[in-house]
């Protein structure tokens, strides 16, 4: 058979792999006290970024610590890379997608040097915000390791 009306992915996977925990566990206080979205974050045990869920993207900062995808039901997810890494002007990180490309969840999104990083003084903690708090989202693996094929947030 045919698979001519493929289905869009709705659900948001961790962008890495690592130790997922809630929004609301991460230090800086901004993201942990929602007023970004709601969300999750992972301490990661990785170096590579990658997409959240599908979508095209809409944002790479200049400073490569954080990019946006737009899902095809419009939803906008943020991925903040780090804690504070916006002073790092870019250093530590290498941009492998750019603004405009589409992509699918676990496509390569960012390399990091986490030496380098660490090394800096700042955590690599990475945030991935969904702009839709309307609803309560339903989360998944909070408290456990992950990787880039686990979903955490399920529509």
Avoid at 102 to 111: A, F, L, Q, R, T
Avoid at 137 to 151: A, Q
């Amino acid at each position: 058979m045919f698979h001519l009306f493929h289905k869009a992915d709705k659900n948001i996977y961790a962008p890495i792999s690592g130790k997922c925990m809630d929004i609301t566990e991460v230090t800086d206080k901004v993201f942990a006290s929602k007023v970004m979205g709601d969300g999750f974050a992972v301490e990661p045990s990785g170096y590579v970024v990658s997409a959240p869920c599908d979508g095209v993207i809409t944002m790479v900062c200049e400073t490569a610590h954080a990019f946006a995808i737009r899902m095809d039901d419009g939803r906008d997810i943020f991925v903040h890379i780090g804690i504070d890494t916006v002073d790092l002007n870019g250093k530590g990180f290498r941009v492998l997608k750019k603004k405009g490309m589409k992509v699918k969840h676990g496509d390569s999104m960012i390399e990091l040097d986490v030496k380098y990083i660490q090394g800096e003084g700042y955590p690599i903690t990475t945030m991935v915000i969904i702009n839709e708090s309307e609803n309560e989202v339903k989360k998944l693996h909070i408290g456990e390791k992950v990787t880039n094929k686990d979903i955490v947030i399920a529509f």
